[in-house]
């Protein structure tokens, strides 16, 4: 089993920046991906960035390159979302998860942190 834990939501004005962390803990296997998704309120939940533990292969959606970077701290057992220049279309739940089949499917997911940004 693994455990992820998320923090560092928050309100924000648009143009303003956020750091996401997610905490993993339990069975992190080598091939693992772990990533982020978003829900926005009356969507449906969409991948937004993604990170392999032992490779330097990262995944991101096309509405958040070049904005959003994903990392990790293998040490820690954390991956972090930086998220910069941020938009009102960026409000939404942000989910941690992680799996082998990734980084569109995962296995395990955390409950969330809330991310506002207003306009």
């Known amino acids: 089993q693994v455990q992820l834990v998320e923090s560092g939501g928050g309100l924000v004005q648009a143009g303003g920046s956020l750091r996401l962390s997610c905490a993993a803990s339990?069975?992190?296997?080598?091939?693992?991906?772990t990533g982020w998704f978003r829900q926005a309120p009356g969507k449906e939940r969409e991948f937004v960035a993604a990170?392999?533990?032992?490779?330097?292969?990262?995944y991101y959606a096309d509405s958040v390159k070049g904005r959003f970077t994903i990392s990790r701290d293998n040490a820690k057992n954390t991956v972090y979302l930086q998220m910069n220049r941020l938009k009102a279309d960026d409000t939404a739940v942000y989910f941690c998860?992680?799996?082998?089949?990734?980084?569109?499917?995962?296995?395990?997911w955390g409950k969330g942190t809330l991310v506002t940004v207003s306009s």
């Open positions: 998860a992680a799996g082998q089949r990734g980084p569109y499917d995962m296995d395990y």
């Open positions: 339990g069975h992190i296997f080598s091939n693992y991906v």
């Open positions: 990170i392999r533990w032992t490779t330097v292969n990262t």
